[in-house]
Each structure stands twice: as structure tokens, then as C-alpha cells.
């Protein structure tokens, strides 16, 4: 054989193996190329979503910081307001509650004044008695002369 049969059919089996590679591996193997192709730029792309909705979510965040922080300062204005409000309800409960005592506490002098005044009374109508008895060396009866001494203790 020649050099020219060899090189044809080494031709011919090379096109046959071309043809071959081309209709059964060139088609899969591409299409397993575009397929990790598409899966890497979904990945791509899901990544890229994922770092958006991070951010949107930390901006979500701060404003809830924010908004809980908001809250609590108000939560505690109002405890403050409240705190003094308490504070003038029992500083005026007190004020109440000493001023009636006070004018308990004048009552109860005023009577023991009226009893100390009663008694003195007695006192000195039992002086004045006994001191008229020994004037008039004689004893008075304090009932038979009740009226001469209740107007005697009526002018004292």
C-alpha cells in the first residue's frame, strides 16, 4: 500500500471520529458546560440577593433598635411623670392627713383647756366656800346655796 491509502484512511477514520465526538460527547459535554455555567451565575446571582437582603435587613434592624430605643425613653418619661405624680399625690395626702391631725390635736387641747377651766372652777369655788364658812364662821351648805354659787362661778 501507498502512502496515499494510509492517509486517506487514516482521513476517513479521523472524520468518523469527529463525526463521532461531535453527535454523541461535543452535545453533552456542552450541555453539562452551559448547565454548570447557568448554575454558577444563579449562584452568582443568589449570593448578590443574599448580601441585599442582609443589608435590608440590618437597615431593618437598626430601625427596630431604634424604634425599641424610642419606646423605652418614652416608657420611661412616662414612669418619671407618673413617679411625680405620686409624689405630689402623697406630699398632698400628708399635707391633708397633718392638718387634720393638727386640728385634731387643737380640739383635744381645747378640751383638756375647758377641763383644766372646770376644774379650776371647782377649785376656786371650793376656796371661796370654805374661805366664806370662815368669814362668816359658819359652814354654807353648797347645796342649799347652789344658786348663790353657780352665779358666783358664772362671774369667775
Same mark, same amino acid.
Given at each position: 500500500?501507498? &502512502?496515499?491509502?494510509?492517509?486517506?484512511?487514516?482521513?476517513?477514520?479521523? =472524520? &468518523?471520529?469527529? @463525526?463521532?465526538?461531535?453527535?454523541?460527547? @461535543?452535545?453533552?459535554?456542552?450541555?453539562?458546560?452551559?448547565?454548570?455555567?447557568?448554575?454558577?451565575?444563579?449562584?452568582?446571582?443568589?449570593?448578590?440577593?443574599?448580601?441585599?437582603?442582609?443589608?435590608?435587613?440590618?437597615?431593618?434592624?437598626?430601625?427596630?433598635?431604634? $424604634?425599641?430605643?424610642?419606646? =423605652? =425613653?418614652?416608657?420611661?418619661?412616662?414612669?418619671?411623670?407618673?413617679?411625680?405624680?405620686?409624689?405630689?399625690?402623697?406630699?398632698?395626702?400628708?399635707?391633708? $392627713?397633718?392638718?387634720? %391631725?393638727?386640728?385634731?390635736?387643737?380640739?383635744? &387641747? $381645747?378640751?383638756?383647756?375647758?377641763?383644766?377651766?372646770?376644774? %379650776?372652777?371647782?377649785?376656786?369655788?371650793?376656796?371661796?366656800?370654805?374661805?366664806?364658812?370662815?368669814?362668816?364662821?359658819?359652814?354654807?351648805?353648797?347645796?342649799?346655796?347652789?344658786?348663790?354659787?353657780?352665779?358666783?362661778?358664772?362671774?369667775?
Amino acid at each position: 500500500m501507498s &502512502i496515499t491509502a494510509t492517509l486517506i484512511g487514516q482521513i476517513i477514520t479521523f =472524520a &468518523i471520529l469527529v @463525526w463521532f465526538i461531535g453527535k454523541y460527547l @461535543w452535545g453533552p459535554m456542552t450541555q453539562m458546560m452551559d448547565d454548570r455555567k447557568k448554575r454558577i451565575a444563579d449562584g452568582l446571582a443568589a449570593a448578590e440577593r443574599g448580601v441585599h437582603e442582609q443589608q435590608l435587613a440590618e437597615q431593618k434592624a437598626m430601625q427596630h433598635i431604634k $424604634e425599641a430605643k424610642e419606646q =423605652a =425613653a418614652e416608657i420611661l418619661a412616662q414612669a418619671q411623670k407618673r413617679g411625680a405624680e405620686i409624689v405630689e399625690d402623697a406630699k398632698g395626702d400628708a399635707k391633708a $392627713e397633718g392638718e387634720r %391631725l393638727i386640728t385634731a390635736a387643737n380640739a383635744e &387641747i $381645747e378640751q383638756e383647756v375647758n377641763r383644766a377651766k372646770e376644774t %379650776l372652777r371647782e377649785q376656786v369655788v371650793n376656796i371661796t366656800v370654805a374661805a366664806a364658812g370662815k368669814i362668816v364662821k359658819k359652814e354654807i351648805d353648797a347645796k342649799a346655796h347652789g344658786e348663790l354659787l353657780k352665779d358666783v362661778v358664772g362671774q369667775i
